[in-house]
């Protein structure tokens, strides 16, 4: 009896800790795989164009930027990501993205998601008391979205 009880009591501990380790109410990481009508270097120039275009300074945000292995990483930061509330306006987070290129098909990964504090710290994004994760996921789809229709619509700019 003794053993069945401590089988429990270890079995109840693990389960809690497998839980708490795939907590759904914190967003680190959002992926998406596109495929495209244009070969990989031609993907991978209008994704730099991409970063260039949308963030203000895009030598700094991007870090590496290996045509060969073909992989762009950097470091961003989407200023309206969730709604605060209370009439007090937006909070800004910032992430890595990373963008691979194999094929026609791209996988973009938003990486290390963080909320920034009106402190200018970098927290956890959790979801709080306005859905922060919902709208942050919306903000963050909608960025990808841009990003293909970026890349789909250059298809017929070759002047």
């Known amino acids: 009896m003794k053993n069945l009880l401590v089988a429990l009591i270890v079995l109840l501990f693990f389960s809690g800790n497998v839980f708490s380790e795939s907590d759904p109410e914190v967003l680190t990481k959002l992926q998406f795989i596109e495929t495209f009508d ?39 930061i989407n200023q309206r990501c969730f709604d605060v509330g209370y009439g007090i306006g937006f909070r800004s987070c910032k992430f890595t993205i990373i963008i691979e290129f194999k094929g026609n098909r791209v996988r973009t990964t938003y990486d290390n998601i963080k909320q920034l504090g009106t402190d200018g710290k970098s927290y956890p994004m959790n979801n709080g008391a306005n859905n922060q994760v919902m709208q942050a996921k919306k903000n963050i789809t909608k960025m990808q979205s841009d990003f293909v229709a970026y890349i789909n619509g250059k298809k017929n700019a070759n002047w």
């Open 38 to 76: 244009f070969e990989k270097n031609t993907i991978y120039d209008l994704s730099l164009d991409y970063l260039a275009e949308t963030f203000n300074d895009s030598k700094s945000a991007i870090e590496i930027q290996d045509k060969s292995r073909g992989k762009i990483i950097g470091r961003g």
